[in-house]
């Protein structure tokens, strides 16, 4: 089993920055990659970035060239850095890790961007 905390949320003025964290716990070695989704009042679970052991990274096009996910393996953490942030950015932040045949997820963090 694998175990994710999310942090790093909080309230931030448009074009303002945040970073958030993801440890994992437990089996990580069973992890071959990690990446962030958010979710919207009223809208589906979107994704944001995935980045895997060997470091690739893969964005959505809606944040590609504002986030940056990297991860720190000593730390099993992963950090989604977001920049330029607009207020379509409010949303709860999610950590997945995709675990053998199922998927871990965390609890998520709320970031609020007022405009």
């Known amino acids: 089993q694998v175990h994710l905390v999310e942090s790093g949320g909080g309230l931030v003025q448009a074009g303002g920055s945040l970073r958030l964290s993801c440890a994992a716990s437990g089996d990580t070695i069973g992890i071959p990659a990690m990446g962030w989704y958010r979710q919207a009042p009223g809208k589906e679970r979107e994704f944001l970035a995935l980045?895997?052991?060997?470091?690739?990274?893969n964005y959505a096009d809606s944040v590609k060239g504002r986030f940056t996910i990297s991860r720190d393996n000593a730390k099993n953490t992963v950090y989604l850095q977001m920049n330029n942030l607009k207020p379509e950015d409010t949303a709860i932040y999610y950590c997945n890790a995709p675990y053998y045949t199922s998927e871990c997820w965390g609890q998520g963090t709320q970031v609020t961007v007022s405009s």
């Open positions: 980045i895997r052991n060997n470091g690739m990274a």
